[in-house]
C-alpha cells in the first residue's frame, strides 16, 4: 500500500475492508469493528500464505498484490483456480466450517494482506447481524458463478463430441 508506513492505522483498514465485496455493504460502525480486529500480514512474492489441506481458523483481505489460487491436481503438479487481487479476499471457507483448506494461496507479487481470525469474526457476526448476511450474499454470488462457470464448460464439452 502506497504511503503506509509499517502498519496501516484503523481508519485506513477501514477503507480497505469496505472495498472488499463481503463487507462493502456495511454500516460504518459495523467496518469499524472488522477493521478493528484485522491484523496485518506482509508476504514476499513466492510465498505460500495457507497451504491446501492444513487447518485453517483466518480470512485474509489483500489490500495490495497479486495472489494465485492453486490446487494440487496430481502429485507435484497444480492448477490456477483463480487469480486474487487488492480489495479481494481469500479463506473465508475455513471461518465457517472448520475443514482443512481446499486450495493454497500463493503471493504472485509482494502483498500486504488483512487478517481477521475466526474467534474473533465469530464474535462480530454475533453482534452484527448485517455482517453474516451480507457474506451469505457473497458466498451465493460466488456459488452462482460457479454453476454457470461448470454449466458453461460441460456445454462446451458436450458441443465439441458433436
Given at each position: ?8 492505522s ?17 454500516r ?5 469493528a472488522v ?30 498484490g ?8 496430481a ?5 490456477t ?49 448485517p455482517?453474516?448476511?451480507?457474506i ?9 458463478a ?8 460441460r456445454f ?7
Open positions: 500500500m502506497e504511503g503506509l508506513g509499517n502498519e496501516a484503523l481508519v485506513e483498514k477501514l477503507l480497505h475492508v469496505r472495498g472488499i465485496p463481503m463487507f462493502a455493504r456495511l460504518v460502525r459495523e467496518l469499524v477493521a478493528h480486529i484485522a491484523s496485518e500480514r506482509r508476504c514476499q512474492k513466492g510465498e505460500v500464505v495457507v497451504r491446501e489441506g492444513e487447518e485453517g481458523d483466518v480470512l485474509y483481505l489483500v489490500m495490495k497479486e495472489m494465485s489460487v492453486l490446487k494440487a491436481v502429485p507435484g503438479r497444480e492448477a483456480l483463480a487469480k486474487i487481487g487488492a480489495s479481494d479476499f481469500f479463506g473465508e471457507m475455513a471461518l465457517f466450517d472448520r475443514e482443512p483448506r481446499s486450495a493454497s494461496v500463493r503471493a504472485d507479487t509482494e502483498a500486504h494482506l488483512l487478517k481477521i481470525e475466526a474467534g474473533a469474526f465469530t464474535r462480530i457476526m454475533e453482534l452484527y447481524p455482517i453474516p448476511m451480507n451469505c450474499r457473497v458466498f451465493s454470488q460466488r456459488t452462482r460457479l454453476h454457470e462457470k461448470i454449466q458453461s464448460s462446451g464439452v458436450e458441443r465439441a463430441k458433436l
